[in-house]
């Protein structure tokens, strides 16, 4: 509700007649308020994965777990610890490389977060634009740690992009809560087109701890 200045009244005092104001807010104290607050520094910083110019756009993605950071890009994936140490670094193929996932050309649009509920990673990226064969690519680590990878370290999945083979999935995200993951596709392109269709949700899945099988969610 906008401000509305109240009316004046008037408080009979004997014979006097006192107005008083009421402008309905707390007054400033003495000398304005505290000063604002300055974001607080970095503690540790170090550099991450660099763009190696083979790609455009790199398509920067990255999470903080408990133990590591992991920074993809379009074309790399890079494993740290906490404190700015390189544990491993890969190219994006290899690590969406998985019998579950099968061949493609090209993988990109790579989105990774930490599940603090469950202490597991969490990706997914896109194979194949403009392509009958695109996919959405979905993994989620077996463990706490992301640097075992492959089938031994993650559950990866692959699901075609369109049954019918007429759109290819662009600019995957992700989203979680303790029991679910839901990945949306944020724009669809018709093959041999530059015709992007409304955004669409992709599919919800539930999760099995400790394994963390992946399930299509039922109605």
Same mark, same amino acid.
Request: proline fraction near 7%; include cysteine.
């Given at each position: 509700?906008?401000?509305?200045e109240?009316?004046?009244?008037?408080? %009979?005092?004997?014979?006097?007649?006192?107005?008083?104001?009421?402008?309905?807010?707390?007054?400033?104290?003495?000398?304005?308020?505290?000063?604002?607050?300055?974001?607080?520094?970095?503690?540790?910083?170090f550099?991450?994965?660099?763009?190696?110019?083979t790609a455009?756009?790199p398509?920067?993605?990255?999470?903080?777990?408990?133990?590591y950071?992991v920074?993809? %890009?379009?074309?790399?994936?890079?494993?740290?610890?906490?404190?700015?140490?390189?544990?491993?670094t890969l190219? %994006?193929?290899q690590?969406?490389?998985?019998?579950?996932?099968?061949?493609y050309?090209?993988?990109?649009?790579?989105?990774?977060?930490y599940?603090p509920?469950n202490?597991?990673?969490?990706a997914?990226?896109?194979?194949?634009?403009?392509?009958?064969?695109s996919?959405i690519?979905?993994?989620?680590s077996?463990?706490s740690?992301?640097?075992n990878?492959?089938?031994?370290?993650w559950?990866?999945?692959?699901?075609?992009?369109?049954s019918?083979?007429?759109?290819?999935?662009?600019?995957?995200t992700?989203?979680?809560?303790?029991?679910?993951?839901?990945?949306?596709?944020?724009?669809d392109?018709?093959?041999?087109?530059?015709?992007?269709q409304t955004?669409?949700?992709?599919?919800?899945?539930?999760r099995q701890?400790?394994?963390?099988?992946?399930?299509?969610?039922?109605?």
């Amino acid at each position: 509700m906008s401000f509305q200045e109240l009316p004046s009244r008037d408080v %009979l005092t004997n014979e006097n007649v006192t107005i008083l104001w009421d402008y309905s807010q707390v007054p400033s104290s003495p000398g304005g308020g505290p000063p604002a607050q300055n974001s607080p520094g970095t503690t540790t910083d170090f550099q991450g994965l660099t763009d190696d110019n083979t790609a455009y756009p790199p398509d920067t993605h990255g999470a903080v777990g408990t133990n590591y950071v992991v920074t993809m %890009l379009n074309t790399q994936v890079r494993i740290q610890t906490r404190s700015g140490t390189t544990v491993q670094t890969l190219t %994006l193929p290899q690590f969406w490389s998985s019998t579950n996932i099968g061949s493609y050309s090209v993988v990109f649009d790579p989105r990774i977060v930490y599940d603090p509920f469950n202490h597991r990673w969490i990706a997914c990226a896109v194979v194949d634009d403009d392509s009958s064969n695109s996919g959405i690519l979905i993994g989620i680590s077996r463990t706490s740690s992301p640097t075992n990878t492959g089938d031994a370290g993650w559950n990866f999945r692959r699901v075609k992009a369109d049954s019918s083979s007429q759109r290819y999935a662009d600019f995957p995200t992700l989203g979680f809560n303790k029991d679910w993951i839901v990945r949306a596709r944020m724009g669809d392109r018709s093959i041999s087109s530059d015709h992007r269709q409304t955004a669409r949700l992709g599919q919800c899945l539930r999760r099995q701890p400790p394994t963390c099988n992946l399930q299509p969610a039922t109605a």
